[in-house]
């Protein structure tokens, strides 16, 4: 990413320009990757409200998740330290995936459902929504004017039509039970890929949905291969992490209708997003 830019991120992991700011259990962390192959530690943040899942970073600041807590905004200084501007939190405290949309976090909260904050300054977030859409969600993507969000009760997708952020309201839902295949399945991260929505789905593997009804989004294609729990999606390539086996898959969805896996990056742990 180049400096000053938003890069999307899995559960717990960011990077901007030279720096990479990480969940490492209840702190952020900050490294220097200006050389890739040997990361330097720089700083770390105080102990936060539970384990970090959720980290975004847009210019000098960075919004960090946390399992028992909401939503923590630091500030990042020249040399990489870290000061702790800004705090807000759901009614019931919980929070996992988040994603920035210019001046607007996301955020998949649980058991709180969908938490919506505006950051437009960073020291004084204002709550817009709170529970507006409630669930159980751990990942989610915004795609137009709608955030779908996967939820860990049902495995599905919840679709929320977010086009005024103070008032979302439910548009949808996806059943996982229409992905082919018979083993029970979990949605475990979602990412926009373009107009469709990519999917890492635990028991089954890449999944594409159609938006083109934003409420009603359909099964388009899949590759069931291995057990998948995080997918980022960047330059017309998804990259899905499999638990400890084989690694990172990295699929073309140049075109969607038939994504092909290019690569493997054979990794010796495990882990869950990225």
Do not use: W
Request: proline letters at 7%; charged letters at 15%.
């Amino acid at each position: 990413a180049t400096s000053g830019a938003s890069r999307r991120s899995g559960a717990a992991v960011a990077v901007s320009g030279d720096y990479a700011y990480l969940g490492q259990g209840p702190r952020l962390v900050v490294l220097d990757i200006s050389d890739p192959a040997n990361p330097r530690f720089i700083s770390q943040s105080d102990v936060l409200p539970g384990i970090v899942l959720g980290v975004e970073v847009k210019d000098r600041y960075i919004y960090v998740t946390t399992r028992y807590g909401g939503l923590n905004i630091f500030e990042s200084g020249q040399g990489g330290e870290l000061t702790r501007l800004g705090y807000a939190e759901p009614e019931n405290p919980g929070c996992g995936s988040i994603e920035l949309v210019d001046d607007i976090a996301y955020i998949a909260c649980n058991p709180g459902g969908l938490f919506i904050v505006d950051v437009t300054d960073p020291a004084e977030p204002n709550v817009l929504s709170d529970g507006g859409v409630t669930g159980s969600y751990i990942s989610v993507a915004v795609v137009n004017d709608h955030a779908y969000l996967a939820d860990i009760n049902g495995g599905g997708l919840m679709v929320a039509e977010v086009s005024d952020p103070a008032n979302p309201r439910r548009a949808g839902t996806f059943d996982v039970g229409e992905i082919p295949g018979e083993y029970t399945k979990m949605i475990a991260s979602v990412d926009a890929c373009g107009d469709e929505l990519c999917l890492a789905v635990q028991n089954y593997g890449l999944v594409v949905l159609s938006l083109q009804e934003p409420g009603e989004p359909e099964y388009l294609a899949g590759d069931p291969q291995y057990f998948p729990s995080g997918i980022v999606v960047q330059g017309g390539f998804a990259y899905l992490l499999a638990d400890a086996e084989p690694g990172v898959l990295v699929y073309d969805i140049s075109n969607t209708l038939q994504p092909q896996r290019v690569g493997i990056l054979p990794t010796s742990v495990g882990g869950l997003e990225f």
